[in-house]
């Protein structure tokens, strides 16, 4: 491998193969709070967070009716949605708690902490927020230290009470 990635590069939108683009919208716009920006038909719709373009592309172009892939399949893992702080992740899972949306894991990662769970296609999500760099977990060299810890999930409801 030569080369080094430009420091600025970002991950940008994702698309998603959904089974029924509406069911799909209730629960991205109605569960997490995305916005509605555009409608291709009614196979594919476009949503996001402040604004953008596009975070996250639904459609069901090949997928229309389909099944989730199965367990021990190739394919994306999940995807990660990254909140501005801990309170706006406190919110979306109380917004999850609301609409009896099952939480599949909860982590302390160190550098953050982090909600798992899928969508009604089965696609993996992860929602997180970054902890401040100065408090990222170094070893004895300095190097990151990445862990996985339960993650008080009361104590993260209690954020959105104390707001």
Request: glycine content about 10%; hydrophobic content about 35%; proline content about 7%.
């Given at each position: 491998?030569?080369?080094?990635?430009?420091?600025?590069?970002?991950?940008?939108?994702?698309?998603?193969?959904?089974?029924?683009?509406?069911?799909?919208?209730?629960?991205?716009c109605?569960?997490?709070g995305?916005?509605?920006?555009?409608?291709y038909?009614?196979?594919?719709a476009f949503?996001?967070?402040?604004?953008?373009?596009?975070?996250?592309?639904?459609?069901?172009?090949?997928?229309?009716?389909?099944?989730?892939?199965?367990?021990?399949a190739?394919?994306?893992?999940?995807?990660?949605?990254?909140?501005?702080?801990?309170?706006e992740?406190?919110?979306?899972?109380?917004?999850?708690?609301?609409?009896?949306?099952?939480?599949?894991?909860?982590?302390?990662?160190?550098?953050?902490?982090?909600?798992?769970?899928?969508?009604?296609?089965?696609?993996?999500?992860?929602?997180?927020?970054?902890?401040?760099?100065e408090?990222?977990?170094?070893?004895a060299?300095?190097?990151?230290?990445?862990?996985t810890e339960p993650?008080?999930?009361?104590?993260?409801?209690?954020?959105?009470?104390?707001?």
């Amino acid at each position: 491998m030569s080369g080094v990635i430009h420091p600025e590069v970002r991950i940008g939108h994702v698309h998603l193969k959904v089974a029924d683009v509406e069911r799909a919208l209730e629960f991205y716009c109605g569960v997490l709070g995305f916005t509605l920006t555009q409608r291709y038909g009614p196979q594919a719709a476009f949503v996001s967070a402040g604004g953008y373009h596009h975070h996250i592309g639904l459609n069901s172009w090949e997928s229309a009716g389909g099944k989730p892939p199965p367990p021990r399949a190739t394919g994306l893992y999940h995807v990660a949605i990254l909140y501005p702080n801990r309170t706006e992740l406190a919110k979306a899972l109380k917004r999850l708690v609301d609409h009896n949306i099952p939480i599949e894991g909860a982590a302390d990662h160190g550098v953050s902490e982090a909600l798992y769970l899928s969508d009604p296609d089965g696609n993996g999500l992860e929602l997180y927020w970054d902890k401040p760099k100065e408090l990222w977990p170094r070893d004895a060299k300095g190097e990151l230290k990445m862990i996985t810890e339960p993650l008080d999930v009361r104590a993260l409801l209690r954020d959105v009470s104390t707001t």
